[in-house]
Each structure stands twice: as C-alpha cells, then as structure tokens.
C-alpha cells in the first residue's frame, strides 16, 4: 500500500531529523537511548549499523522501528539479550508512546526509529528488569523528542492576479487554510493550497472561495501529499 492509498489521514511524526539522545543509569548499566525520524528500513538499517560502529564497545545495541501511515512495517532485535525482554518491549514502548496535540492524545507515531545502547554494569536485572529498563529507556528519550502532525492533504490550486496574490493569501491564512506555495510564472500567479484529504474537501473549499472573492476565483485539485503540520 502507497502512502497515497494509506487508510489514515494523519500520524505522530518526529519533528526533526536530528538525533535525540538520553542516558540512563540502570542498576549500574548504561543505558543511552536514541530516537530518530526515518523514512524507510533502509534507512533506518543505515542509521542501525553506524550507530553499531560509534559503539562497537557496547554490551547490545538494541533497535526498534516503526514505518508508514498505517505502521505496518515494525521490526526489532534483542541483539543478543534474552529472546523477548529488549527489542519487542522497546517495539511496544513506541507503538504505545502518547503523544499529545491540541489537548488530545494520539498513539500513532511512525516513521521512527529508537535504539538503545547498553554497557553492562556488572548486575543482572532478570527478565523483568531488562524488559522494564529497555522500555524506559525508550520512553526517555521520546519525552525528550519534539513531535508533530502529520498530515495528508489534497493540494488544490487557484489563479489570481499578481496584484492581488498577498491579499488572497493573507484572506486564506486568516481563515484556516495552508498556503504551500505560489508560482509567480504566467499571466496570472497560481496558489497551491492543502486542505485536509476528506471526500469533500475541495467542494467546501470552493464554497469558502467564492464568499471570500465574491466569485471571482475557484481551485481545482491537483494531487495529494503529506505535510508536517506547524506546532
């Protein structure tokens, strides 16, 4: 399934693509969670193994990670901890992580990949323990990391006059709508707006429009994609 013909509208994204890097104590053991946003397994593979080679000295590097609208590719590893207490609780521990938009929380966070590294102390935590630590561990560091929406949106696009672009705009982002971009090329400048991907979203676009022009201007879609919604 494309991302196009996904059956979610919008997710929990990271809002960056830097790492985010937290360090535990664990009963001795060194615990350093990371968390990064990733958009596809090769990449997150690549990111896997150079992290693999910064701690080539590591007891376990531990990865876990989650991709697409609808999370359907999910992979981990124990990395050589007991079968069941790393990688499938750091798995969990992302796919259950709450994040929080416009008061609301959403169990939906993809395109990401968290890793932790362990540097064994010398005391045994017992399953229960490792299972316990790998999994805060995780949660740490995606409390440290900014979040956003993302959104599928039809792009619809209208033509205005070049004089009349900055009021147009202006008109849109006033009443709720996001501006992507404007192409100043042609007689007329063309404004691509994205609305939310609902059946009837560029009908009550167009509505919109009309009252804010008095008629004058009309949109047409031209195509879907998914946008990183401001915070």
């Given at each position: 399934?494309?991302?196009a013909d996904s059956r979610t509208r919008r997710y ?143 792009l619809v696009a209208l033509q205005a006059p070049h ?38 979203a560029l009908e009550n676009f167009n509505a919109r ?23």
């Amino acid at each position: 399934m494309s991302h196009a013909d996904s059956r979610t509208r919008r997710y929990t994204v990271v809002a960056h693509r830097n790492t985010v890097e937290v360090t535990l104590d664990i009963r001795r053991s060194e615990f350093i969670g990371m968390v990064r946003r990733v958009e596809s397994e090769d990449e997150a593979r690549a990111w896997i193994d150079q992290v693999r080679g910064v701690h080539h000295a590591a007891t376990h590097v531990v990865p876990a990670f989650v991709l697409g609208p609808d999370r359907d590719i999910q992979r981990s590893s124990d990395d050589g901890e007991p079968a069941g207490t790393a990688g499938m609780p750091m798995l969990q521990a992302l796919t259950n992580y709450r994040a929080v938009h416009d008061g609301v929380e959403h169990a939906d966070i993809s395109d990401v990949c968290a890793i932790a590294v362990r540097y064994f102390g010398g005391v045994k935590l017992g399953a229960g323990g490792l299972v316990r630590a790998y999994s805060d561990t995780v949660v740490a560091a995606l409390d440290q990391t900014p979040l956003v929406v993302r959104q599928r949106m039809v792009l619809v696009a209208l033509q205005a006059p070049h004089g009349e672009v900055g009021r147009v705009e202006n008109d849109l982002r006033s009443a709720g709508f996001t501006v992507l971009g404007t192409d100043y090329a042609g007689p007329q400048a063309t404004i691509t707006v994205g609305l939310d991907d609902a059946d009837d979203a560029l009908e009550n676009f167009n509505a919109r429009l009309a009252s804010m022009t008095a008629g004058a201007l009309i949109a047409e879609a031209v195509g879907t994609q998914w946008q990183d919604l401001s915070r």
